[in-house]
């Protein structure tokens, strides 16, 4: 008896693991079960390639959408990723105990502050602000990767940090050791040692920004055209999904949001699998 | 190197300005990520705080008069409740496969923990949709609490999972040794030894996971909609708290009751993570 619960709790816990695999199985297979007829029936370079979102007179192309998502990711990218490997290193190495007892959690709460806050917050702080300085609505290309670049600092200074502290101590100690000061040994040895996971951070990074969508939605401007200027108004592809869905009506409209929401999912896949293998090459 | 003194310090970098700039820099995106950090919440709070007052803010029955925020706490606690409910339970247990029974290189093992990664890279606006898909589309439940709860029990597994197994893996072999050297079962071990000292590690993660779950609006909008009534079934639809705050801001006429919620929004959260770091120190102590 007490053999067989055994067993029987073994294929309970072997099943429960299955559930993340079955989990991603499911996701893909109705999201692109969606999502290709539709791209399919719309034309793969109508849709992919064509510049002129107007779903009521029958145009779905998302191109400016998919320029949007990166411009946005790549400001959010050179603003924060700076920023965020800088205060890594400070945490890893600068920090007096006492500091970081204070400085990590407030990183953590930085990562837990729910999307739809910054979003407000952005909105209440960063557009005006804008308006002043530019003129203009203050809503564009700018001020999203700037709410970004705040919204990403976490994970990059989390995944850069414990790069750093990866690092054997003795190539810090080598470097003191041959007269170079506190500063230059962790920039010229630590940091192009911690070289690979400081960019698995970063790719990660680009992950949150591209994926993100409550914050951007009320700041990014949303017209869905290819922008001109870093000031410009701009709709990424995860703001066309929730500014439309709600009065999209039933048919190829609505399909044509899904299949937003499948190209975005593929952008994904590819940021996560360049991720994985670079984290397994560090391994 | 960590006790030499201010004027030692100005001394090197004299010496060496590269240094001095380095520092200067590191220090000073370190400030610039506490400073944003320290402004939004006193910006929120010193223009929320106020708003709290308004009246009928935490009626019990929300209308477009006083849009009352009192449903969508309590449908928060529910969703917060049944989304746990499912993902602790599968979280739990993976974990327990992955850390006490896999033996190495099991190709089983490389594909859970692959996919519990890409799991985890999923934004949530994409598990939204794929919930839409599933459940409003497919099934023709249309927007329920159920299909909210599932979606978003999906999206806090790799979470659960994560932190489970650090929590497992923490847990010392002699542990288990002694349990089995005792004559105990590998099960008994489990429940008995190991899950016991693994409990605030896990703690730690389910803590945050309801994190996640408070903050979440993406995918709940287009899996359990965005009605502010209490559900009467779990084929209701229903908003949570994060939903109520998007659907005031896209109204665009209830700014003072969006600062309102995104006050409640924000203590909630500093106190969820102040909690998982205190679970969290109790478990470096307990060891």
Redesign the interface.
Known sequence: M?KY??TA??Y???A??????I??V??CV??FS?GFPTIAEIGVFNFLGGTVWKPLEGHFGIFPMIVGSIYVTAGAIILGV???I??A???AR??PPKLYK??K??????A??????????A???IVPVMQDIFGGSGKGILTASILLA?MI?PTI?GVAESALRAVPESYYEGS?ALGA????S??FTLLPAAKSGILAGVI?GI??A?????AVV?IAGNQPILPDSILSGVRTM?AN??LE??YAADGIHRNA??AT?VV??VF??I??LS??LLRRRND | MANRNFRQRLKEYKRSPLSGLLFLLVCISAFIAVAVLIFLIIYILYHGIPNLTLPGLFAWEYNSENVSMMPAIINTVIMTALSLAMAVPLGVFSAIYLVEYAKRGNRLVKLVRITAETLSGIPSIVYGLFGYVLFVITLHWGYTLLSGAITLAIMILPLIMRTTEEALIAVPDSFREGSFGLGAGRLRTVFRIVLPSAVPGILAGVILAIGRIVGESAALIFTAGTNPVVPDSLFASTRTLSVHMYALMSEGLYTEQAFATAVVLLVVVIFINALSGFVAKRLATDK
Do not use: Q, W
Not at chain 1, 112 to 121: D, N, Q, T
């Open positions: 007490k619960s055994e709790m073994k309970i816990f072997m429960s693991a299955t559930v993340s695999i989990a991603v499911v996701i109705f999201l969606k700076p920023i965020g800088l205060c290193v400070f945490m600068f920090c204070i400085l959690p407030a990183v953590d709460l930085l837990g502050i729910p999307s739809i806050v910054y979003g407000f917050f909105l209440m702080v705040i600092l200074i003191l000061t506190h500063e230059r962790v920039f990660l992950g949150r591209i994926g993100e969508t409550m009320y995860t999904i929730v869905m709600g949001l899904i929401a975005l999912f994904i896949l940021i996560n991720f994985s």
